[in-house]
């Protein structure tokens, strides 16, 4: 199977590889699996007293659609607010990407990356707003 | 052979043969009449290859039982008969593949037994993990993999891999013995993380030896 060139330049050059101290209040960390291939993904972000993405890393295990959609992913939620991080969804990478429909679980586990990050930086803050089944996937970052 | 692991009423009910029409046991695999193979019967893959249902099998029993149906069901034994009687060679031995190469394999026999018990063990292929210690300490392997820089760094990666492989089989079939499917099924995930672990440390490893000109 063919990637496609986009899948390409994100999986050679890859943009924010990396990590963020976890253990900062103003980092959010999702990490993420996905059961049918043993990809592990790890994404998080860096949101600013106003409450604005303004760094994002990922570290991603897995074939070369997880590594982009998650690099696409730290690029689109830069600069964007919590909730408009939240509302990306998974069709919107398959699409930017030209995901096959064998590689459409990758962009799923990049969405749910995005929102565990998310709800992993509501929960240091005690937001209560958080949804009781995102508090497992939230739990995560906050522990030793 | 062992026949204990029957579902109820089949051994009862009998069917007719697709060629002489007589009675034929749902079982058998030829007929007792006219002695032509019969299609395959939708039996699992224990009751197929005559074992009793269970994570710990005896391997040499499943390799006996194997190339001993093997041998009578090949299709090559079928190629101057009719088409009828090939295609229900071909159908057997086919079958008997699939249930030869589930049952063998440890982590395979795990997920098909899971799935006898009703659950999705393999789950929807679009599903995502969310136990937290296991992808933290995916997460870690992989990184402390990435980090390696000469094949025994590499290596030691994957001998404790391969421990932790062997020590989550061990566990696996306690589960099973126990009837504990949740976490057998916990077990299952962990165990496909750290078979992912195992092959890419032995391909990381190969590349590190090979640069380094050993």
């Not at chain 2, 659950?119 to 392997?141: C, Y």
Request: charged residues 25%; contains cysteine.
């Amino acid at each position: 199977m063919a990637y496609s060139d986009k899948v390409v330049d994100h999986f050679e050059n890859p943009r924010n590889v990396g990590s963020l101290d976890k253990g900062e209040a103003s980092v959010g960390t999702g990490l993420v699996g996905a059961p049918a291939c043993g990809d592990v993904m790890r994404l998080q972000i860096k949101v600013s007293p106003e409450g604005i993405i303004e760094d994002a890393k990922f570290k991603t295990f897995g074939c070369g659609s997880a590594i982009a959609s998650s690099s696409l992913v730290t690029e689109w939620v830069k600069g964007k607010t919590l909730d408009q991080a939240e509302t990306i969804k998974n069709t919107d990478i398959a699409q930017h990407l030209a995901l096959p429909p064998v590689k459409i679980h990758c962009s799923v586990l990049a969405e749910d990356a995005i929102k565990a990050a998310v709800a992993d930086y509501r929960a240091k803050h005690g937001d209560p707003t958080i949804a009781p089944a995102d508090k497992a996937a939230a739990s995560q970052g906050s522990k030793p | 052979m062992n026949i204990q692991a029957q579902p109820e009423g089949l051994e009862s009910c009998v069917v007719a043969c697709w060629s002489c029409k007589g009675p034929a046991s749902p079982r058998a695999l030829f007929c007792s009449v006219c002695n032509a193979v019969q299609p395959p019967r939708a039996v699992d893959h224990f009751q197929r290859l005559g074992l009793l249902p269970g994570f710990e099998i005896d391997l040499a029993q499943l390799e006996r039982h194997y190339f001993g149906l093997q041998r009578k069901l090949h299709p090559d034994r079928f190629a101057g008969r009719t088409g009828c009687e090939k295609l229900y060679s071909q159908q057997q031995a086919t079958q008997l593949n699939e249930a030869y190469e589930t049952l063998k394999d440890p982590m395979r026999r795990a997920v098909y037994l899971l799935k006898l018990a009703g659950r999705a063990a393999d789950a929807d292929p679009k599903g995502t993990v969310s136990d937290p210690a296991l992808l933290m300490e995916s997460m870690e392997a992989r990184e402390a993999l990435a980090e390696a820089e000469t094949s025994a760094e590499a290596g030691a990666v994957l001998i404790r891999a391969e421990a932790d492989i062997a020590s989550g089989i061990a566990d696996l079939a306690q589960a099973f013995a126990e009837r504990r499917l949740d976490q057998a099924e916990k077990l299952v995930l962990r165990l496909k993380y750290l078979s992912r672990l195992a092959e890419e440390a032995r391909a990381h490893k190969a590349r590190l030896a090979r640069s380094a000109g050993e």
